[in-house]
């Protein structure tokens, strides 16, 4: 069996926003039935062309997002995971002002972070556990709840 992939394998540092960010993107790719190459690889693309933000992935025309997707290997699911990237990425910026790191530090726990992962389309548990995996502890609740927008 192939060891799964890490954060650090990819280069992220998920004790920084910008690396909550970078290991959500990469877990919604990872949580999807396809190789883990496959997704590593759309990774990296979509962080070699500077998609390193919620606002990236938002726009009405999909093709861009889904010939990135193409462009990164990840063929079997490019267009379900364009729809459903921009899908979670709009619901991101409504309930949590964009910010991973705002969804992470304003739950109260690590189930709750998981509970909260899971109301975004497409996104079910193995998903949720991929992300978590990488979150460190400390992170969790570090924020007072009344910052978050309520993402139920």
Known sequence: MT??????????????DQ???????????????VPQEAAASAFRKFRQDGWDSPDRFTADDH?????????GDYHRMSSVMSEE?????RALIAYYGGSVARLVRTASS??????RLQR?????????????REVPDALVGTARAD???DGG
């Open 3 to 16: 060891a799964l992939m890490t954060a650090t394998d990819l280069g992220v540092d998920t004790s920084t």
């Open 19 to 33: 690396g909550l960010f970078y290991w959500f993107l990469a877990s919604l790719l990872f949580g999807r039935p």
């Open 63 to 71: 093709h861009p997002l889904w010939n990135e997707l193409w462009a």
């Open 85 to 89: 990237l921009r899908d979670v990425m």
């Open 110 to 115: 690590r189930e709750d972070v998981s509970q």
């Open 120 to 132: 975004f389309k497409g996104v079910g548990p193995k998903t949720a556990e991929i992300f978590l």
């Open 147 to 149: 910052q978050a927008v």
